[in-house]
């Protein structure tokens, strides 16, 4: 339940160090040019070349600007999805103690088993967040929602680490990338397979395995 995309922090550094960066070309920019304006390249042909790497290095700062302020929005978005996935297993913690204290009895147990489903449909939905026009846990298969309805679960379809396709990641500087994204096969699919179970043992009256290790894996 302490899942978090840790890329949010990363971001906000780059877009400060970007800003520190234009203040030094700034700086340096004005040395070249202070005194004898740069009219041709014969005036000050080492000046110019010097003027023109700063010219390029800003346009690829402004670039990096451009990308990084995009990526905040990505990133708020899943982050404020797996907050609500986080307070989602936390109702389904509370109805599995309940459950477990109460001996998951035919009524109550199938009562509770039916809110726990209702947190399973919600996780799928959870799963298909998009950002704009993209889905923001399907790694790089964003165009196309990551999670399918199953009967009463669902089946993740979008990019994992096995087919080389589960990382977002994001150039911040020369050389310099980011990891932007977690997949919804780490955080998510998890958590419904897991809720699967506790479901099945409340409506089945195991109230040991609830107590004993739905309760744990819940946690976890």
Do not use: W
Not at 121 to 143: A, D, E, M, P
Not at 174 to 196: Q, S
Request: no cysteine; net charge negative.
């Amino acid at each position: 339940m302490s899942m978090r995309v840790s890329s949010n922090q990363i971001v906000e550094s780059s877009l400060s160090g970007i800003n520190d960066a234009y203040a030094r070309f700034a700086d340096a920019q004005q040395k070249v040019n202070s005194g004898k304006q740069i009219q041709k390249a014969s005036d000050n042909p080492s000046g110019l070349a010097q003027s023109l790497d700063f010219t390029e290095q800003l346009s690829e700062l402004d670039q990096y600007d451009k990308t990084l302020d995009q990526a905040r929005g990505f990133i708020a978005t899943s982050e404020s999805s797996l907050d609500n996935v986080n307070s989602l297993l936390r109702q389904a913690r509370t109805y599995a103690v309940q459950a477990a204290n109460t001996g998951a009895n035919d009524q109550s147990g199938q009562a509770i088993a039916g809110q726990i489903q209702n947190i399973i449909t919600q996780l799928g939905h959870i799963g298909n967040t998009s950002y704009g026009s993209r889905y923001v846990f399907g790694g790089q298969q964003t165009s196309t929602p990551p999670f399918t309805p199953n009967g009463t679960g669902f089946t993740y379809s979008g990019g994992t680490a096995a087919s080389g396709d589960a990382d977002l990641n994001l150039d911040i500087g020369r050389g310099e990338t980011i990891k932007t994204n977690v997949t919804g096969d780490d955080v998510i699919a998890p958590a419904i397979a897991t809720l699967t179970k506790l479901r099945d043992d409340i409506a089945n009256g195991q109230a040991s395995a609830i107590s004993q290790t739905d309760i744990a894996a819940v946690d976890t």
